[in-house]
């Protein structure tokens, strides 16, 4: 007897009371005919089912003709559910696997359809373990998505397969557009699978960032407390703060009442320093408007550098290989608005001399109304502007002299640095550097600044006397070379006159010069055990956050100062006696002698 079901399939095999009771007269199953089990009696037990289409076939448990206890249901592209059935449909507690993707799913099932709590393991290893509504994720769950060197895991609140709520994520170690990576934890809001709303991210480098997403960025009002000591507290917009600092800018104070005084300088990138003054550096960050901004523990580095001089190259094979080896020990020359790089010249903060270890200058005889020596570089300026225009003068006699004053200097100039002098090299004193500051509301601030004596064989300033020494030679020799060309013509008495004044003029400032300029070599030496070498030196400002906050630096400032020594006034005022004070503070001494007295004798 044939038997036609629904969708056209046929059960053959007897019947009792309507229901499928006996063995089927064809076979059914893939099993040879002897193995095929029986439909248990009355339409109940354990039975195998090839519908017609051939694409399901269906063995386990019946219950009145139905589907109905734990069963398989094998499909032809080889997916399969094995689990419980209820009244012929998959209902309860079962294992689904999908050949296409090749996941598998274990967990409750209600009419078909992935419902409940469950567990989907994916092809690549990845599993998401939480609740499902209708084959989507939607509830709590933890979704652990495995990559080719780490894995994600995102615990929290879904809503159609989205992260939707709240939720915990662990970021993998790859870059995502959203810029996190490996470590990276993020706890907050989500919205269709982006963070939006409140929420913490700790990122890996140590930086964490409390406040508003949108658009799975920071946008809104947020707090970032960054790795390098940075915190910035503000609006943030598409990820970056709303108004961030790309400048400093160097503000300066020389301490000089005197100097003060004076009409402000045109040019705002070069002021004037002394010899024994400290000065003071404040510096500011500035957005693109000159706007100070108000950031909080960006780290600012104040260095000063003095110009580069290259090595000067001889025919000598071994001074051109010690100069080889001393730019490889010194640092690389740091670039200047100025037109010439510079290399780095100590600074402190930590400083006991005053302008009065100065000598007057009339204790030197006047170095300024004295032929100044090429050969020491920048020369002794002071804050009287005539003395410029004196040395210049005293320079013009000194081109004059003769290619053999040069050479004699120049020897004796090597009998000196081979003399015991050269011990005292030693003994110039050496000062902590100053330390790195960090801005507060946008400023930082170093008191009582100076520079401090060049440290031995300082090769700056032996290159710099060198190339002095070189020009002051050629000058020389193109002089000597006019002199002694024979005129064309007969001189005239008047040339031969204006000639003999030159040379005795020579003469005199040489001999003058000879023995003054020693002496006053001396003094200058002493001095530069004590101070630095007058002349021009840049002051750099520099944003050395590290890490960079958002992946940017500030641009640096330069600023050029001209170490000159003290004006005279202020050299006068520093040195006045106060008499009542002393008086004062003896009569306090007193007084303090007679209390103890008393007291010893109570």
Known sequence: MELKLFRSNTYAGEKFRDKRNARPLRQISERKEHSVNPFPKRGSGHGIYQYENKYFRYEGQWRNGTKHGHGKLQMADGSYYEGTFSNGEIDGK?????????????????????????TMVYTDGSMYEGEWYRNRKHGYGIMKTLGS????????????????GVGTMMYAKKIRSDGCRNGDRYEGMWVNDMREGRGILYSNDGSVYEGNFQGDSFSGRGVMHHISGLIYDGLWVNGFPEIMATKLKISFDNNSEIDKKKKSPKDKTKVSIFQGIGFTVSVECLNESNRVILDQGREIRLTVGFRYYPPVSDNEKEDALFDMIEDDVEEKPIETPFGYSVVPYPITDQINFSVEDIPDDDEQDDPSKSPTDPSQGPTAESGDESSDEKQENTENDKEENSEEKDEEDKAEGDENDESPDMEKEN????????????????????DDLHLTPAPPKYRPFERMEEQERLKSQSKNRSRSKELSTPSMGRPSVSDIREQGSRRRSSIKNTTHSSMFDKFRMKKQK?????????????????????????????????????????????????????????????????????????????
């Not at 079962?94 to 469950?118: A, D, N």
């Not at 780490?150 to 939707?164: A, L, P």
């Open 427 to 446: 003994t110039v004193p050496q000062f902590p550097p100053i330390t790195t500051l960090r801005t507060k509301d946008g400023l930082c601030k170093w």
């Open 94 to 118: 079962g294992m689904r696997f999908f050949s296409q993707t090749g996941s598998k799913y274990t967990g409750q099932f209600v009419k078909g359809e992935l419902h409940g709590r469950g």
């Open 149 to 164: 060197n780490s894995s994600e895991v995102y615990e929290g609140s879904y809503d159609k397969n989205m992260k939707h």
């Open 526 to 602: 002493a001095l530069e055990e004590k101070f630095a070498k007058l002349g021009e030196y840049v002051l750099i400002v520099e944003d050395v956050t590290n890490p960079p906050f958002m992946n940017r630096r500030l641009e640096p400032d330069f600023l050029l100062m001209k170490l000159k020594q003290p004006p005279k006034e202020f050299k006068r005022e520093s040195k006045k006696w106060d008499t009542s004070s002393h008086i004062k503070a003896s009569m306090r001494v007193k007084e303090d002698e007679m209390l103890s007295k008393k007291h010893l004798k109570d």
